[in-house]
């Protein structure tokens, strides 16, 4: 019942950069309760379950907390060891089956795809004391199907933003996306999440955000191709290609840690 694990850091070319997952393949299904244990175990924001079917790759993703419907750079993550690991040739699709439906992993010479879904984000009106908790004005405010989403004033006010932690934690969401235009030239719009709330003060860099970032941004600069750099203490950028309601979440990554769980 050994496992195999993996240690992966998703959307960057550098070591000890970007988003750390875990990738855990097992030979059989394993139980809930087992997957909850082992991403507890991991301590990173996500840990993914990957097992072989006959048609596709089970996914699943894991906090240390709880499970979650939908998580990028972990599926990243999963798609790199597959091929790193000679379990689908190089030029192959792969095909994940998940909570959130079928989704896709391609690779070029630039990096790995993966078509999810557009997560569209809806205007709302600010919870009570969120400007308080960021200690900044809030210049949009929205909710996604997972999460609250808001536009800051500026790059700076994202990028050096200390919110209050239990605040965000009592706020009815998965997580908590800010944003704001880039004031850097190889990027369209920077970003931060924080989800305290299922166990992650900060993501380094959360692909599934960008299911709403992309399209948001898509819109307000008139453009369906575009670049996000996730200014979080790590930082790690993601490149957004919006096509009807998919949208394309592209990245590299890089391997720090391969074994064997014994457990």
Same mark, same amino acid.
């Given at each position: ?107 070029? /010479? $630039? ?5 999810? =879904?557009?997560?569209?984000?809806? @205007?709302?009106? *600010?919870?009570? %004391? !969120? ?23 500026? /790059? $700076? ?5 200390? =919110?209050?932690?239990?605040?965000? @934690?009592?706020? *009815?969401?998965? %997580? !908590? ?87």
């Amino acid at each position: 019942m050994h496992a195999e694990l993996h240690i992966i850091d998703a959307f960057t070319r550098t070591p000890f950069c970007g988003n750390p997952a875990a990738v855990c393949i097992t030979e059989e299904e394993r139980e809930s309760p087992w997957m909850q244990k082992v991403a507890a175990e991991m301590k990173h924001s996500e840990t993914a379950f990957l097992h072989r079917t006959d048609e596709a790759w089970d996914l699943r993703w894991f906090t240390p907390e709880a499970e979650v419907d939908l998580c990028g750079h972990a599926t990243l993550a999963a798609a790199f060891v597959i091929w790193a690991t000679g379990r689908e040739a190089g030029e192959s699709q792969i095909r994940f089956r998940t909570r959130s439906g079928i989704l896709t992993a391609d690779r070029d /010479a $630039t990096g790995i795809a993966l078509d999810f =879904p557009v997560v569209p984000v809806v @205007a709302c009106d *600010p919870p009570e %004391g !969120i400007e308080t908790a960021f200690r900044c004005p809030v210049v949009f405010s929205g909710k996604t199907q997972f999460d609250l989403f808001f536009e800051l004033p500026s /790059a $700076t006010d994202v990028c050096t933003l200390d =919110p209050d932690m239990s605040a965000l @934690a009592a706020l *009815p969401a998965r %997580g !908590i996306v800010v944003t704001a235009p880039s004031d850097m030239p190889a990027y369209d719009f920077v970003s931060r999440f924080f989800a305290p709330s299922v166990g992650i003060p900060e993501d380094p860099v959360t692909g599934s955000a960008h299911c709403s970032l992309g399209p948001f941004w898509a819109e307000r600069l008139s453009k369906t191709s575009l670049a996000g750099f996730q200014c979080s203490e790590r930082g790690g950028s993601v490149r957004v290609l919006v096509k009807g309601d998919r949208v394309i979440l592209a990245g590299n990554a890089v391997q720090v840690v391969s074994g064997r769980l014994m457990a």
